[in-house]
């Protein structure tokens, strides 16, 4: 189904909630099959999640994010290290774990044979809300995600955008103290993708708690108030976008478009990124004039824009977050 099953008489755990939304230490994960070698994908991952937080976990495809999703929300074993929700052990007492959590998880559709109405619905009743409160958080997620026109339609017949908001509708209407979102926005619209953020801000501000996983940078930027970079299962940074982006070393990305062929010219600048034929320069803004007037010497044309969080990925990883 679109989120992690769980049956209580109130929708919330029956056991008072006590420490951090989420906290692991040294947690790893080695992949084992038969004839092959072993496959590290989490290396001993320390992460503090505090309640009503919204922090992002960023990567390349293929380093680790899924996974240390999956072991946080019961759906997989650590090989060793420990990971907590609100104080509960997450694989020695996962069935008390279950009730605190609701998962987005990457690339799940809802049923084929239900509308999004009956998905959303059904799944609250799974939780144990009762029928009046379903049915009023059922039709605050439809309006929220803008689903209302398709609501009493079969998934099925659903574009793969609005089956997404479907899925991030369900678990949004859980309200659940902790949501785990793996690329809740893939798929669609950048209209759709706003929406999805606002609930997301709404919900931190009743008291959810929510960690997500994004390949869109921008995504990361405009919702996360503390994000992870890992690589190859290592957590290579933690801090806000803000704190990532001034560790580049200015507030200004200059690009050359033919400026690879001189960048000996424009170290003394700051830092220098070739890519192809071109040149990207973070420089300071008191550098800028004199900066441009070596370009202009240089008979090369320049544009001028703030420093993204991508050019804070690049430089912590090396590489961009969508090179495989």
């Given at each position: 189904?679109?989120?992690?099953?769980?049956?209580?008489?109130?929708?919330?755990?029956?056991?008072?909630?006590?420490?951090?939304?989420?906290?692991?230490?040294?947690?790893?994960?080695?992949?084992?099959?038969?004839?092959?070698?072993?496959?590290?994908?989490?290396?001993?991952?320390?992460?503090?999640?505090?309640?009503?937080?919204?922090?992002?976990?960023?990567?390349?495809n293929g380093a680790g994010k899924t996974t240390f999703l999956r072991i946080a929300s019961t759906l997989l074993r650590p090989t060793s290290g420990t990971i907590e929700v609100f104080g509960c052990d997450v694989d020695r007492a996962p069935e008390k774990v279950r009730p605190y959590i609701a998962v987005v998880p990457q690339e799940g559709k809802p049923f084929f044979h239900l509308t999004p109405r009956e998905q959303i619905y059904s799944y609250l009743r799974a939780r144990g809300l009762g029928r009046e409160t379903s049915k009023v958080r059922t039709a605050d997620a439809l309006e929220r995600?803008?689903?209302?026109?398709?609501?009493?339609?079969?998934?099925?017949?659903?574009?793969?955008?609005?089956?997404?908001?479907?899925?991030?509708?369900?678990?949004?209407?859980?309200?659940?103290?902790?949501?785990?979102?793996?690329?809740?926005?893939?798929?669609?619209?950048?209209?759709?993708?706003?929406?999805?953020?606002?609930?997301?801000?709404?919900?931190?501000?009743?008291?959810?708690?929510?960690?997500?996983?994004?390949?869109?940078?921008?995504?990361?930027?405009?919702?996360?108030?503390?994000?992870?970079?890992?690589?190859?299962?290592?957590?290579?940074?933690?801090?806000?976008?803000?704190?990532?982006?001034?560790?580049?070393?200015?507030?200004?990305?200059?690009?050359?478009?033919?400026?690879?062929?001189?960048?000996?010219?424009?170290?003394?600048?700051?830092?220098?990124?070739?890519?192809?034929?071109?040149?990207?320069?973070?420089?300071?803004?008191?550098?800028?004039?004199?900066?441009?007037?070596?370009?202009?010497?240089?008979?090369?044309?320049?544009?001028?824009?703030?420093?993204?969080?991508?050019?804070?990925?690049?430089?912590?990883?090396?590489?961009?977050?969508?090179?495989?």
């Amino acid at each position: 189904m679109a989120a992690v099953r769980s049956r209580t008489r109130a929708g919330r755990a029956a056991v008072s909630m006590s420490g951090e939304a989420l906290r692991s230490d040294q947690l790893r994960k080695v992949y084992r099959s038969k004839g092959g070698p072993p496959v590290e994908a989490l290396a001993g991952v320390t992460m503090r999640v505090a309640r009503g937080e919204r922090v992002a976990l960023l990567g390349r495809n293929g380093a680790g994010k899924t996974t240390f999703l999956r072991i946080a929300s019961t759906l997989l074993r650590p090989t060793s290290g420990t990971i907590e929700v609100f104080g509960c052990d997450v694989d020695r007492a996962p069935e008390k774990v279950r009730p605190y959590i609701a998962v987005v998880p990457q690339e799940g559709k809802p049923f084929f044979h239900l509308t999004p109405r009956e998905q959303i619905y059904s799944y609250l009743r799974a939780r144990g809300l009762g029928r009046e409160t379903s049915k009023v958080r059922t039709a605050d997620a439809l309006e929220r995600m803008s689903l209302t026109e398709f609501a009493d339609r079969l998934s099925i017949t659903l574009s793969g955008g609005q089956r997404q908001r479907t899925m991030v509708a369900t678990v949004i209407a859980t309200e659940a103290p902790l949501l785990f979102l793996d690329e809740p926005t893939i798929g669609m619209d950048p209209f759709a993708r706003r929406s999805v953020w606002e609930s997301l801000r709404n919900l931190t501000r009743r008291g959810s708690t929510i960690l997500l996983t994004t390949h869109y940078l921008d995504e990361a930027d405009a919702l996360s108030q503390r994000l992870y970079i890992v690589d190859r299962g290592t957590v290579l940074v933690e801090g806000t976008a803000e704190d990532l982006k001034r560790s580049v070393g200015g507030t200004l990305k200059v690009l050359l478009p033919q400026g690879a062929a001189e960048v000996e010219r424009f170290r003394s600048f700051g830092s220098c990124v070739p890519d192809g034929e071109s040149l990207t320069v973070i420089a300071s803004p008191e550098r800028l004039g004199e900066l441009m007037d070596v370009a202009v010497r240089s008979h090369l044309t320049a544009t001028v824009g703030p420093v993204t969080l991508e050019e804070a990925f690049l430089r912590v990883v090396g590489r961009s977050i969508n090179e495989d």
